[in-house]
């Protein structure tokens, strides 16, 4: 059996307010009850003293002056007695002085100058009474004591219309409570629907789903922390999206890539085979289908290597490297590659400069770099350049070529990435690799990599490497 949630924050509301209303009318009542029985025994005691005030100042008209307070205190609906030192009753006004009797240690207590003060008599008292018993001392000697009662109905009158009164205000306070408790739950219920039905939504697929954020309460930052999932998944989603079409497009790209040397081998192979090759060309046939079969090697070994590198499965053999030994060696082992496109590569280098790293995996990146920047220049120039700044090992590989667009720049580290398809003819990198690779491999050597590029103004990578710890 479900109990919806409005409902519990309606009941959570009202028994909290009915405990609270509860706690507070008895608490209240009972102090009501308290303060007005204090008054009256206040009022009694006040009375009392004056009248023996009175008494003690004039004695000789004590009748006159106990018939006045007669008088005056019957309409207050209060009597008093007057006892001698040996407790019996010597005037007493209204009904008989048997009316309250008093007690042996009482009448001690009266005697050693201490006030009797009892509230609610309704032992020796039909109606119930509250009375005092104050000693009458006239020149430092005890005469004898002035009793005073009051009936406590009037009190209890008193105390019952208050608490109708508290009755009544916790009703319509109960009331108000249960229509503003209505209220407030079914908006924070709303609220909370909202986020379920974007969460149902979300679930389904639609990541585009927001929730109006708040930051007034926890449903407030709860909505702001599902849009931040949303966007989250979103992206991630968006980002699948994109390597799922890269990796498309990458097997219909090397299929391709191998079906065409595939196809030329196949068909070399058959030409020797069946004699239809001339003995002169078998030589150049055979060069071909050894350049194509390289060429399948090589993309085999940019996958195995990328795969390696990423899982983890590679260990460096890092060593001080020179680099003015090795920025020519790979200027002139790529310089063929370079003249084919009438490029020239430079390096400059500062004395003594060395790169603590993998001397192969060091050659794999900037083979693979600079063949990206002959890829993209025509009759221009390649730059190594080689240098210290601030204890670092900086390594710039520079080029006037056509330059990168601004959107592809931070894409061409994502594998399967190629910038600029339609303008790819190289045969190196062409399969969206090779800057994967390297981003990878700087990785492992805790190093970084930048490029700035402008279109028409050419590309600069720039590597750091850090030093020998």
């Known amino acids: 059996m479900k109990f919806r949630y409005l409902y519990q924050l309606i009941a959570s509301h009202i028994g909290v307010l009915l405990i609270a209303f509860l706690v507070l009318t008895l608490l209240f009542a009972h102090f009501a009850e308290q303060l007005i029985y204090e008054d009256k025994?206040?009022?009694?005691?006040?009375?009392?003293?004056?009248?023996?005030?009175?008494?003690?100042?004039?004695?000789?008209?004590?009748?006159?002056?106990?018939?006045?307070?007669?008088?005056v205190l019957e309409g207050r609906d209060i009597q008093f007695s007057l006892f001698d030192p040996d407790s019996a009753v010597v005037y007493s006004s209204g009904r008989p002085a048997s009316l309250i009797k008093l007690r042996r240690?009482?009448?001690?207590?009266?005697?050693?100058?201490?006030?009797?003060?009892?509230?609610?008599?309704?032992?020796?008292?039909?109606?119930?009474?509250?009375?005092?018993?104050?000693?009458?001392?006239?020149?430092?000697?005890?005469?004898g004591g002035v009793l005073l009662t009051s009936p406590?109905?009037?009190?209890?009158?008193?105390?019952?219309?208050?608490?109708?009164?508290?009755?009544?205000?916790?009703?319509?306070?109960?009331?108000?409570?249960l229509l503003l408790g209505w209220g407030l739950s079914a908006f924070h219920v709303k609220r909370l629907q909202r986020i379920r039905d974007a969460a149902s939504r979300l679930a389904s697929g639609d990541y585009s789903v927001r929730v109006p954020p708040s930051k007034v309460d926890e449903i407030g930052q709860l909505s702001e922390d599902f849009n931040g999932m949303a966007e989250r998944l979103e992206e991630s989603m968006n980002e699948i999206d994109r390597l799922e079409n890269r990796r498309r497009q990458f097997i219909a790209d090397v299929s391709h890539e191998m079906r065409t040397p595939l196809t030329t081998i196949r068909g070399m192979l058959d030409g020797l085979r069946d004699g239809m090759i001339r003995e002169e060309e078998r030589e150049r046939a055979l060069a071909?289908?050894?350049?194509?079969?390289?060429?399948?090697?090589?993309?085999?070994?940019?996958?195995?290597?990328?795969?390696?590198?990423?899982?983890?499965?590679?260990?460096?053999?890092?060593?001080?490297?020179?680099?003015?030994e090795l920025l020519p060696l790979i200027a002139e082992q790529l310089?063929?590659?370079?003249?084919?496109?009438?490029?020239?590569?430079?390096?400059?280098?500062?004395?003594?400069?060395?790169?603590?790293?993998?001397?192969?995996?060091?050659?794999?990146?900037?083979?693979?770099?600079?063949?990206?920047?002959?890829?993209?220049?025509?009759?221009g120039t390649i730059t190594l350049r080689g240098y210290v700044d601030g204890g670092t090992a900086v390594i710039e590989i520079t080029d006037t070529g056509e330059g990168i667009d601004p959107e592809d720049v931070e894409r061409i580290w994502e594998r399967f990435y190629r910038a600029g398809v339609s303008r790819t003819s190289n045969p190196f990198g062409e399969?969206?690799?090779?800057?994967?690779?390297?981003?990878?491999?700087?990785?492992?050597?805790?190093?970084?990599?930048?490029?700035?590029?402008?279109?028409?103004?050419?590309?600069?990578?720039?590597?750091?490497?850090?030093?020998?710890?």
């Open 152 to 177: 406590i109905s009037g009190s209890r009158e008193v105390i019952s219309e208050l608490n109708r009164n508290l009755q009544w205000a916790m009703l319509a306070a109960l009331a108000a409570s």
């Open 335 to 379: 310089e063929p590659i370079a003249d084919n496109k009438s490029n020239v590569i430079r390096t400059e280098t500062e004395g003594g400069v060395t790169v603590f790293a993998d001397y192969d995996r060091l050659t794999q990146i900037l083979i693979n770099i600079t063949k990206n920047s002959i890829q993209f220049t025509r009759d």
């Open 41 to 71: 025994t206040d009022e009694l005691v006040s009375y009392g003293r004056n009248l023996m005030g009175d008494l003690s100042e004039n004695p000789g008209e004590s009748r006159r002056i106990l018939g006045e307070y007669g008088r």
């Open 288 to 324: 071909l289908a050894g350049k194509e079969t390289r060429r399948l090697i090589r993309l085999v070994n940019e996958n195995l290597d990328y795969e390696k590198i990423r899982s983890g499965q590679i260990t460096l053999e890092k060593t001080e490297i020179p680099l003015d």
């Open 431 to 469: 399969f969206g690799l090779g800057l994967s690779i390297v981003r990878q491999l700087m990785k492992l050597h805790d190093g970084s990599i930048r490029v700035e590029s402008n279109i028409g103004s050419g590309t600069m990578f720039t590597l750091r490497f850090p030093k020998k710890k």
């Open 105 to 143: 240690e009482e009448w001690d207590r009266i005697r050693n100058g201490q006030a009797i003060i009892v509230n609610q008599e309704l032992e020796r008292s039909d109606v119930g009474v509250t009375f005092i018993l104050l000693p009458y001392v006239r020149g430092g000697q005890f005469i």
